[in-house]
């Protein structure tokens, strides 16, 4: 195996046997004492005044940490106004404020009700999150498990819980990474791995016309994702077309991750569509286990907001990026023509 040879594993297998190789499962539940420090960090160490990233601006950022041990992993997150939620791929919430100051205050840990206790990560395997802003409800992805589980607004309470028939075949390590709930009230859910007949570099995309928990039949599409990477999360712009998170592991460069406009708006069922890269982060920019996205506005600005699951690794962080979106003029759309007969 050479230096530049990806890994062949998917990321959750190989971080699953590193963990079971060492003999420790990672993500107890979160202790009831809350408490969690924030340090600034730069888009480019070498260059402090650094802040272009092709169409991103950088506003700012943090490494979070605590003293807590089962603190981290971070996999989806919500931002309304000036309160955050971290979801983290074990079942635990990290709740805050935060102004423009990027001072996070009023600090609260919280376990997600079910499924299972929680005190182990399989337990849970949290990794996609969305919700209602009219009712407040919240929807959460269990990769692990290919659920999806209906919540209230102050995630206290499981109201609902389903195994889409759509997902039954999703491996437990490509499972619903990515999940947004649209305006319009429908839903879509990226499987991480889980492939198209026929399209070998595309993801599965499932659209929901309505709250998947209902039971509400979906029907495919597919997500064709920069080479060697895997879709983690999205978010939707204002105009309606979407940003995609995606993450690369591989022995050269570790953890980097680009961000990609797409357009799914009017795709029917069996077609894919591509994106138009954004932004890439990898050497010399920060650049981690990218899996959470979140979009703001503040007045007529377009705000980005990416966090990183640090795995439980000292080698890796607990980020919080900032960026202004500023669209170039021709970031258009590709889409492929639809599959051949009988695939899909």
């Known amino acids: 195996m050479t230096a530049q040879m990806r890994f062949a594993?998917?990321?959750?297998?190989?971080?699953?046997?590193?963990?079971?190789?060492?003999g420790i499962e990672p993500r107890a539940v979160l202790g009831d004492r809350p408490e969690m420090?924030?340090?600034?960090?730069?888009?480019?160490?070498?260059?402090?005044?650094?802040?272009?990233?092709?169409a991103l601006t950088y506003l700012g950022g943090l490494a979070l940490t605590s003293s807590d041990p089962a603190f981290g992993g971070f996999s989806a997150m919500r931002v309304v106004d000036d309160r955050?939620?971290?979801?983290?791929?074990?079942?635990?919430?990290?709740?805050?404020?935060?102004?423009?100051?990027?001072?996070?205050?009023?600090?609260?840990?919280?376990?997600?009700?079910?499924?299972?206790?929680?005190?182990?990560?399989?337990?849970?395997?949290?990794?996609?999150?969305?919700?209602?802003?009219?009712?407040?409800?919240?929807?959460?992805?269990?990769?692990?498990?290919?659920?999806?589980?209906?919540?209230?607004?102050?995630?206290?309470?499981?109201?609902?819980?389903?195994?889409?028939?759509?997902?039954a075949d999703w491996s437990i390590a490509g499972g619903a990474e990515a999940m947004v709930r649209l305006r319009g009230g429908q839903f879509l859910v990226i499987s991480e791995t889980a492939r198209p007949k026929g399209m070998p570099g595309a993801r599965i995309v499932l659209?929901?016309?309505?709250?998947?928990?209902?039971?509400?039949?979906?029907?495919r599409l597919a997500y064709v994702p920069p080479t060697n990477y895997d879709p983690t999360d999205m978010a939707e712009l204002p105009d309606g077309r979407l940003l995609v998170l995606n993450r690369r592991l591989s022995l050269s460069g570790l953890f980097t991750a680009k961000l990609v406009l797409v357009d799914l708006r009017g795709l029917r069922a069996g077609a894919a569509a591509r994106g138009v890269e954004l932004a890439s982060f990898e050497r010399p920019v920060q650049h981690d286990n990218f899996e959470a996205l979140a979009v703001t506005r503040e007045g007529a600005d377009t705000i980005v907001w990416i966090a990183s699951d640090d795995n439980g690794e000292f080698w890796e962080q607990s980020l919080l990026l900032k960026f202004r979106l500023e669209?170039?003029?021709?970031a258009g759309q590709a889409k492929s023509p639809p599959p051949a007969k009988g695939t899909g």
């Not at 659209?207 to 029907?219: I, K, L, M, Q, S």
């Not at 669209?327 to 021709?330: E, G, M, N």
């Open 84 to 167: 955050f939620t971290l979801l983290s791929d074990g079942g635990n919430l990290v709740a805050f404020r935060m102004g423009a100051d990027l001072h996070p205050r009023e600090v609260r840990f919280a376990d997600l009700p079910g499924p299972g206790t929680g005190a182990i990560k399989r337990h849970r395997d949290s990794e996609s999150m969305t919700w209602d802003p009219a009712s407040g409800r919240v929807w959460v992805g269990f990769e692990n498990r290919n659920a999806i589980w209906r919540y209230d607004p102050g995630l206290t309470r499981a109201e609902r819980h389903i195994r889409p028939a759509a997902m």
């Open 207 to 219: 659209r929901f016309a309505g709250d998947p928990a209902e039971g509400v039949r979906p029907e």
């Open 37 to 54: 420090a924030a340090t600034p960090v730069r888009l480019d160490s070498a260059d402090p005044a650094r802040t272009k990233l092709g």
């Open 9 to 22: 594993l998917p990321l959750s297998t190989f971080l699953m046997l590193s963990v079971t190789a060492s």
């Open 327 to 330: 669209l170039p003029l021709d």
